[in-house]
């Protein structure tokens, strides 16, 4: 069971315990890393697999690499060896541990925005409205395919028409910023990165598919854990954002979630609200985690 984060107390893992859990760990993400790295050594890419490493810029190894989270010291000669000269990291008399002290001043005020965010989306209601129409705008009336080694389903004319006669309502700004110039002013919205925490909503699959954007940028003050619990619901969430797409998907096996049909709408909405539900727990998670990496250096 992983330690609840607290900032009150160290709590002194033992060596074996905490190898234990590091090799738990990497059994459990070695399966979506080595594919990944198998791919890039042979110039290969995957529209679902990649984009969580390829999109938020981090590396395999980041996420391969085990962390406990703040509060609990690793004992041990091999944690003075493996830990004691890692970023954050410093020697206490119980044995080593992150250290929020030696965060930046910018840094600081990341946790800050983050918090902002992490507890606005939370309290907002979710939205279940949108259709996943953002991957339709990305494509709507350009020359240009963002996944130009896929087909589309539709022809170019049909996708236009049937984004011209939705009522497009994009609230996540990363998204946003990927439509076309001419999708843009259909969109009710105009998010922009200081309107971010104003705008973001739970019902969003790009907001809580960030969810693991948060987790990797909280390391090594949240355990891996909970950064990998975030990537597997990424994960899930990004292949209904391609099946919910224009793309033609068939040769990777997954069959698309027709949004241009109204019963298509309607089930990528209740995917929508389980995916909502699901990142709830974990949004709170990191909430109360940033909250205690604050109280730790008040």
């Not at 190898?19 to 050594?41: G, I, Y």
């Not at 965060?103 to 259709?131: D, H, N, V, Y």
């Not at 497009?168 to 200081?194: G, I, K, M």
């Not at 003050?221 to 793309?247: G, N």
Request: aromatic content about 10%.
């Amino acid at each position: 069971m992983v330690p609840t984060l607290s900032s009150a107390a160290e709590t002194a893992l033992p060596e074996p315990v905490w190898l234990a859990r590091r090799a738990a760990h990497a059994a459990r993400v070695r399966p979506w890393v080595e594919p990944r790295l198998e791919r890039r050594s042979r110039g290969e890419k995957d529209p679902i697999e990649d984009f969580l490493f390829e999109y938020y810029s981090f590396s395999p190894g980041e996420l391969l690499r085990w962390h406990p989270g703040l509060g609990v010291a690793l004992g041990g000669e091999r944690a003075t060896a493996e830990y004691g000269s890692l970023r954050h990291y410093r020697a206490t008399s119980v044995g080593v541990l992150a250290d929020p002290a030696s965060l930046s001043p910018s840094r600081r005020q990341g946790l800050t925005w983050i918090a902002q965010l992490l507890e606005k989306t939370s309290a907002r209601p979710a939205l279940f409205a949108c259709s996943g129409l953002h991957e339709w705008a990305m494509v709507y009336r350009s020359p240009e395919i963002r996944h130009a080694a896929w087909p589309l389903r539709l022809s170019e004319s049909a996708l236009a028409e049937f984004v011209e006669s939705q009522a497009v309502c994009c609230t996540h700004y990363d998204a946003f910023r990927f439509f076309t110039e001419p999708a843009r002013p259909l969109n009710r919205l105009q998010p922009t990165r200081a309107s971010q925490p104003e705008l973001e909503q739970a019902g969003c699959l790009h907001a809580n598919m960030d969810l693991y954007k948060w987790a990797m940028k909280l390391l090594p003050f949240v355990p891996s854990e909970l950064a990998a619990d975030a990537f597997a619901l990424a994960r899930e969430i990004r292949v209904l954002d391609m099946r919910a797409s224009p793309y033609d998907f068939a040769a990777l096996g997954l069959a698309p979630v027709r949004i241009e049909t109204e019963a298509g709408r309607t089930e990528y909405a209740a995917l929508q609200r389980d995916f909502a539900a699901r990142a709830r727990p974990l949004r709170l998670r990191l909430l109360a985690a940033v909250r205690a990496i604050e109280a730790a250096l008040a």
